[in-house]
Every structure is written in structure tokens, then in C-alpha cells.
């Protein structure tokens, strides 16, 4: 079985740069989300979708972060313009509907701004 | 706001040897998570602990969920360097919607094994 997959696995650029990162999670999966993992630290939900609707986004910087989950599979994380500080590793996880089934991570992509 | 905090942060120890890891909050989550994490790689789920008192065993590793359901804690018996990585704890809500829970995790602990 294929897991979550993503693109690209690092990325380098200056602040005030946009970026984009792209997540297609494993077939079927109805729930996707976004995580935000700075070093050394726990992921931090950014946002989450079920199918293609926005379930959370409470913790989305909202001013310079959108997502979108067209058709509900594939998603993408834009920043617009990127800081210093959203330097980090992006996860991008999903699982089936009922929220008792297991969570799958993808391998995330590395972001350093600069 | 949940909040998981993990102790320790760090932990370097001897293969062979066993340790213990904790996860601690102020709040009641309906579930607990494990999950380890190695270098380049997202978290992968090791077990899930849902009943106050629980105790569970994967091989070397067994975690507990406190009586509370506040705390859990990762065992691991005679180390092996295989077990290096960081290990996150993670919380369910212990009211939600149907699909619309969202994990707390924790600060997690950085653990290596030393051969």
C-alpha cells in the first residue's frame, strides 16, 4: 500500500519568498491534515480537511498560509511571503473518516528560510 | 489549550539498559498515542490507549495510560540502538465531533542508544 506522499522533500529560500508544498495522501483517506514541526519540538496542527471542507484552521497563520484541497485528495500549503520563523518541517498526515482510525504520516518536507 | 509535556527531553543511554519516558497534562484526553519518529521521516504510530489504568506491551516497549487519563508512560526493557529516534506522545479530545478531533502531541523525548 502506497503511503502519504510529498513534494518537495526540502526547500531552501529568503524571506519574503513564497513557497509551495504539495500532499497527496493514501487512497481513500477522507481526513488530511497539515502539521508544522520546528526542531525539536512536537508537530503543531496547522490545519485540517475532511473530503474537501475546512474542519480547522484555528491555527493557521492565515495572513501569509492557505491550503487547499481540490476534489478532496491532493492538498497544497502555500506561505506567502515566508519569515525566518516558518522555518521547519511540514508533515502532511491522513486516515480514513471515523477519527479511530490510524493516522499516516508522510516523510514531510523541510523548509529553510533564509 | 491542551497541553503534553514530556520528560525527559533528552536521553542517552547504554544498549541493554532500560528506561522510562512520560507524558504528563493538566487535561483528561479520551485517548493516548505513542509514536516514534526517526531522522528525515514523519512519526509512525507505535499504540493507542484508551481506558484510565490501561496497560499495554509491543515486544520490549509497554506504555501505560494513567487511572486519570492525564499521563502516560513508554518502558522499553534492554534497549537496542534500533530504538534511537524521537518519541511523541499524543492526546484526543475528550469531548469532540464525530471526524473533527484534533491530536494534541507533545514536546517529545529525543532518545539514543549508545552500542
Known amino acids: 500500500e502506497a503511503g502519504v506522499a510529498q513534494s518537495p522533500r526540502y526547500k531552501i529560500i529568503e524571506k519574503r519568498q513564497s513557497v509551495a508544498f504539495w500532499c497527496n495522501p493514501i487512497?481513500?483517506?477522507?481526513?488530511l491534515y497539515w502539521y508544522q514541526q520546528i526542531l525539536g519540538q512536537g508537530p503543531k496542527l496547522l490545519i485540517q480537511f475532511q473530503n474537501n471542507g475546512v474542519v480547522d484552521d484555528s491555527q493557521l497563520p492565515k495572513d501569509r498560509f492557505s491550503a487547499e484541497r481540490l476534489k478532496g485528495v491532493d492538498s497544497t500549503l502555500k506561505i506567502q511571503p515566508a519569515k525566518l520563523e516558518d522555518s521547519a518541517v511540514y508533515l502532511c498526515?491522513?486516515?480514513?473518516?471515523?477519527?479511530?482510525?490510524?493516522?499516516?504520516f508522510g516523510s514531510g518536507t523541510q523548509l529553510s528560510v533564509l | 489549550t491542551q497541553l503534553l509535556e514530556q520528560s525527559p527531553q533528552f536521553l542517552s543511554i547504554q544498549e541493554g539498559e532500560n528506561l522510562t519516558v512520560y507524558c504528563n497534562s493538566s487535561s483528561v484526553f479520551s485517548s493516548l498515542q505513542w509514536y516514534r519518529q526517526e531522522p528525515g521521516e514523519g512519526p509512525v504510530l507505535l499504540v493507542t490507549?484508551?481506558?484510565?489504568?490501561e496497560v499495554k506491551k509491543l515486544k520490549r516497549l509497554t506504555f501505560q495510560f494513567g487511572d486519570a487519563r492525564k499521563d502516560s508512560s513508554l518502558h522499553i526493557t534492554a534497549a537496542q540502538t534500533g530504538d534511537t529516534g524521537l518519541y511523541l506522545c499524543a492526546g484526543g479530545p475528550l469531548i469532540s465531533n464525530f471526524g473533527n478531533e484534533k491530536l494534541t502531541f507533545g514536546t517529545g523525548t529525543r532518545l539514543t542508544i549508545i552500542p
Open positions: 498526515a491522513s486516515r480514513g473518516a471515523y477519527s479511530n482510525e490510524k493516522l499516516f
Open positions: 487512497s481513500g483517506h477522507a481526513t
Open positions: 490507549v484508551v481506558t484510565g489504568g
